[in-house]
Nanobody
Framework: QVQLVESGGGLVQAGGSLRLSCAAS????????IGWFRQAPGKEREFVAAITWSGTRTYNPDSVKGRFTISRDNAKNTVYLQMNSLKPEDTAVYYC???????????????????WGQGTQVTVSS
């Protein structure tokens, strides 16, 4: 199983940027996809973005497309989420999750992920 640790969260003003990192360890010799999810207080966890081992990306078009960019460095076993033009509604705990295989079409489905990080808080002030 892959273990995940998120970092890079913090407090930022609206319009600002943050870059989150998700560092993987454990069974990183196998090809795995990474998804970013977020959960705001009182709301369900929602899909943000995902990337396959080979680099195919998908985003939640309603909330982040055009502002967030997901990328990965397989040599470092790290996936990044660059977040620009942040809005107060982006405030949430951000989690990364790992899964083996599957298609990009299903990477927005939370139940398909096998391992989760502990989360990192992102707070955007207005």
């Amino acid at each position: 199983q892959v273990q995940l640790v998120e970092s890079g969260g913090g407090l930022v003003q609206a319009g600002g940027s943050l870059r989150l990192s998700c560092a993987a360890s454990g069974r990183t010799s196998s090809n795995y996809g990474i998804g970013w999810f977020r959960q705001a207080p009182g709301k369900e966890r929602e899909f943000v973005a995902a990337i396959t081992w080979s680099g195919t990306r998908t985003y939640n078009p309603d909330s982040v497309k055009g502002r967030f960019t997901i990328s990965r460095d397989n040599a470092k076993n790290t996936v990044y989420l660059q977040m620009n033009s942040l809005k107060p509604e982006d405030t949430a705990v951000y989690y990364c999750a790992a899964r083996g295989g599957g298609t990009i079409a299903t990477m927005n489905r939370i139940e398909t992920y096998e391992s989760w990080g502990q989360g990192t808080q992102v707070t955007v002030s207005s």
